[in-house]
């Protein structure tokens, strides 16, 4: 998105503004939606599965409209509309994994996630080399408002498997019936009055009784989020300015950058569903809150090495899968087996540590809640580095990433302060 905004010509401080969507439309939607599921039952449709569906539709069609963008507000707005279906979806995902599974299976059901979580982010992100290397498109080939083609058929390919999957999802996935005691529970939920007030009162009451474990998990989040939004906002740039000398977005040094920012943020992903299941056997010895101080320690040093990686350095060379030739791999790609790591753990441990410590009936409202405390330092990411820490940082990209590498290992810091109860054991 960084790279659509700054073709439709959005200035390089303008970015954090334009990627707000995202975490509001997290921090309003996720526990409304996460509420509703929590009070909601139909024998035909289930419990989760309709918000499945309805997010699916709305990112697709989002995913679909937005490479024909044509003003960076239009692209603003198909994200919000895209974020939306993304929340309204992948809320009702997370606590479906802790209804599906019982507490003993819940870290490998989480670490599983991250697994297909990294596999479908790594094929997104390789998508436009993949289809450049294949000889569908030349890099250079542009669409009318200057957006890579090969980025409009990542767009389309994407709107394809986000409506796809969801659909094996709903269709093949059954979900487990109310017993009669929730069943009657959800009947008095429905007398306490119309659906506004039974959510308004289901998130206000959870918040009242928030578990330990989830307070002590904020400042873990804030610093995690805040890194990450960074990253993910300022990295094209900073390759750009690091790697070729340039912030040009016309320049094919640029053009190279986001290419390159594509191929490392697949290999991060990869090396993340790769690592997913070697964390399981390490949790079981060190626990969730073990593996998660590691890895993000291990994110944070892999950020605040990429100034001293470059392309030159080649490492090793591998034969092109999808077209002639040999692929060099250069040390630039060495930051990736950190933040891979990292990105496994992010996935994954801090809903293990949450499923053990919230009751079952509320799953729903308090992964929304837990949403939160991803969105809200998003947002204020968004507004500090808008505002002033952009600025305060030289007005360079590369030092944007040095803080993104500081922030997750203080987030590595606080994990070791969580105190982990009984119920948050990982049981073998």
Partial sequence: MSAIYKYLGANEADIPMLWLAGPVTGLIVQPIIGALSDGTWSPKFGRRKPFFLIGAVLASIALLIMPYSTTIWMAASLLWILDAGNNIAMEPYRAFVSDKLNKKQHSLGFLMQSFFTGLGTTLANFTPAILISLGFFLASDRMANGI??????????????????????????????????????LKLDKERGNILTRVWIDIVDAFKNMPLTMKQLIPVKFFTWYAMFCYWQYLTSSLSLSLFGTLDETSEGFSQAQVLTGQVNGTYNIICFVVAFALVPLAYKIGAKGVHFVSLLLGGIGLLSIPFLGVDNILFSVTNPFGSGQIEIASIYLFTIGLGVAWASMLAMPYQLLAGSIPKEKTGVYMGIFNMFIVIPMIIQIVTMQYFVYDLLGQNPINVLNLAGVFLVLAAIFTLFIKVGPKNLIVK
């Fill in 148 to 185: 890579p083609v090969s980025t409009y058929w990542a767009f389309f390919i994407g709107s394809f498997a986000s409506i796809a999957t969801i659909l094996y999802s709903v269709l093949t996935t059954k979900e487990f019936p109310p017993t009669q005691e929730e069943l009657n529970a």
